[in-house]
């Protein structure tokens, strides 16, 4: 047949030759006709290629060799074909890759290692931990705004009743130097600096009158208006409250002074005093020395003008005062506190429909002095008018208490009823508690999980906080969150469940330590709110989880690899298919 070179039949049979089985000899598993036997009519016709543009096409390898031979056939044809040999080119070129694709096994997958974090599905545990809870309420003692309290002008208590407030009268002469000219810097900012350095929150009433001292206001106003001088209580002079002076002169004061300290948070409570024996709103016996209930109704909304964010208390719940953000405080407490008798203290509330006012305002006051040194003694007798304490804090809600006789240095309360006096302290006010505090963790894939952190908060006192409060969580590390902002108006008996929700987080944020605290921002320098919990340190309570794997003695963190497998977060290990690791 003479050179192949020469004939162009010689391309087929090259093409042929080029199979891994001769062509007397049907490959295994396939026909014995040619597998692409639209091939043959194409090497005859002669086909117009140019070689160094297919070359650059195909690929080497049997394909290429196949080329090389049609394309030395068309180097003697005419060149002027070369579009219709690029795609004829490619044609072929597809066309062989897809008859040696069929020839050729598809080779058996090969097992292998997952790569880099796993699993690559998600796994399906969910594993929780939680903080060990053991409730103590003894821990709250001296909690800030609440408890027993005393006045540092008439002793310097020891440290046996821990406190957070103490009380202070102050004439208005001490800080009204003439019309609208007050001199608070000296007549009052001593005062709110030596409590806030002993820890304390200042509560302040203001008088005009007070029984068996000299009279509250400055001379140059007592000199402008009438006084009617009396004999109870030790003695004084009891000024006009009628007289025009003396009205515009106590409103511009309340005015002044609600500009100045309405937000200080060195003032826990502020009571409106001013009118009356001692402030205390009542001219007992002398009835009709009293203030006009017009004037009596100017000066309970002049208090509630000047102190949007400072509480302010009134002893008795008259006028419209429990319309108005103002709290009551009950200076017998104890005695004529409850019952049926009308002019006893709660009793004057249900009158006046303010009973649960305590919500949203504080109730306090002062022991009556003649029960102090007996009120948690074995012989205090519980009667008619002296009443048990427990009782009368529960039912009024109260939150803090004046109370001078259980601070005495020298005679004050010892063994068991100083042991009672601690207990009712504490159970004066809010308590915080803390019953769950867990971290859930879930969903590991690709070196990823799903946390969950939640809180369960009780108020397991008589009354609210009053001030803003929020609680907030931190972990050393991030900036801390607060997950409420509003827990005043948590009231006792509640729970709040609160949560924060993260997902696709690195599993190194379950070995932190997580704590909770409480804020606000009438908190002085360092105090802290202590939670009614034993392990409560400083007012933080902490949750450090305990995940991981323990295999053959080693301890994986979630998401560590071991082999094949990773450690999921209820401790087992899985595959990189999201399934148990065999």
């Keep these: ?46 086909f117009v290629i140019a070689k160094r543009v297919v070359a650059k096409v195909l690929p ?49 997958p090969q097992p292998t290692a997952p790569q880099g974090p796993g699993p690559t599905t998600a796994s399906s545990a969910t594993a929780t931990d939680e903080r060990l809870v053991v409730y103590d309420r003894s821990v709250t003692a001296g909690n800030p705004l609440k408890g027993f309290l005393t006045n540092y002008q008439w002793s310097v208590p020891d440290d046996r009743l821990p406190h957070g407030l103490e009380f202070l009268y102050l004439p208005i002469s001490a800080v009204l130097e003439g019309p609208q000219t007050y001199a608070f810097e000296s007549g009052f900012e001593p005062h709110l600096e030596e409590s806030k350095a002993r820890g304390n929150h200042l509560i302040i009433r203001f008088y005009l009158d007070y029984p068996g001292s000299e009279s509250g206001l400055p001379q140059w106003l007592l000199s402008q208006i009438n006084c009617t001088e009396y004999t109870d209580y030790g003695g004084g002079c009891s000024p006009d409250y009628n007289d025009p002076l003396l009205q515009s002169t106590v409103l511009d004061f309340i005015a002044a002074l609600g500009a100045r300290y309405d937000g200080d948070n060195r003032v826990g409570f502020i009571q409106i005093g001013l009118l009356g024996f001692w402030g205390e709103w009542h001219t007992y016996p002398q009835s009709d020395l009293f203030a006009s209930n017009t004037f009596q109704q100017q000066v309970i909304a002049a208090f509630d003008q000047a102190f949007d964010q400072t ?107 100083l042991e009672g006096a ?20 879930s969903g590991l894939k690709g070196g990823k999980i799903d946390i969950e952190l939640s809180v369960e908060i009780s108020n397991t006192g008589v009354a609210p906080f009053y001030y803003p409060l929020a609680l907030q969580l931190s972990d050393a590390v991030d900036e801390p969150r607060i997950l409420a ?98």
């Design 422 to 441: 601690q207990a009712a302290s504490i159970a004066m006010g809010y308590e915080f508690f803390v019953p769950r505090f867990a971290l859930t963790a």
């Design 60 to 108: 080497a390898g049997p394909i290429a060799q196949v080329t090389a031979c049609v394309l030395t056939q068309s180097e003697r044809s005419n060149r002027k074909a070369e579009d219709v040999v690029r795609i004829l080119s490619l044609l072929i070129a597809m066309t062989l890759s897809a008859c040696f694709a069929e020839d050729v096994p598809p080779a058996e």
């Design 311 to 417: 509480h302010v208390v009134l002893r008795y719940p008259v006028h419209d005062s429990p319309d108005r953000a103002i709290g009551y405080h009950d200076d017998s407490f104890a005695y004529a506190t409850l019952g049926e008798i009308d002019w006893f203290f709660y009793p004057k509330l249900l009158a006046a429909q303010a009973d649960q006012r305590w919500q949203h305002v504080p109730i306090g006051g002062e022991v009556y002095p003649d029960l102090q040194a007996s009120l948690f003694s074995s012989d205090y007798v519980v009667d008619t008018y002296s009443q048990d304490f427990a009782q009368c804090a529960e039912q009024t809600h109260i939150s803090w208490m004046i109370n001078n006789a259980a601070f005495a240095t020298d005679d004050g309360y010892q063994d068991s009823q």
């Design 485 to 582: 902002s509003n827990l005043q108006t948590l009231q006792p008996g509640e729970t709040r469940i609160l949560s924060v929700s993260l997902e696709d987080v690195a599993p190194e944020l379950l070995s932190r330590t997580y704590s909770l605290s409480l804020s606000s921002s009438i908190l002085l320098g360092d105090q802290v709110i202590q939670f009614a919990d034993a392990s409560n340190d400083e007012g933080v309570l902490d949750l450090t989880a305990n995940f991981g794997c323990d295999v053959e003695g080693t301890r994986l963190k979630v998401g560590e690899r071991l082999d094949d497998c990773f450690c999921d977060v209820d401790g087992q290990l899985v595959g990189g298919s999201g399934g148990a690791c065999e």
């Design 1 to 46: 047949m003479g050179n192949a070179d020469d004939d162009p039949l010689s391309c087929s049979v090259s093409f042929y030759r080029i199979l891994p089985t001769p062509l007397d000899s049907p490959p295994i598993g396939r026909p014995k006709t040619s597998p692409c036997p639209f091939l043959l009519p194409f090497a005859p016709a002669g």
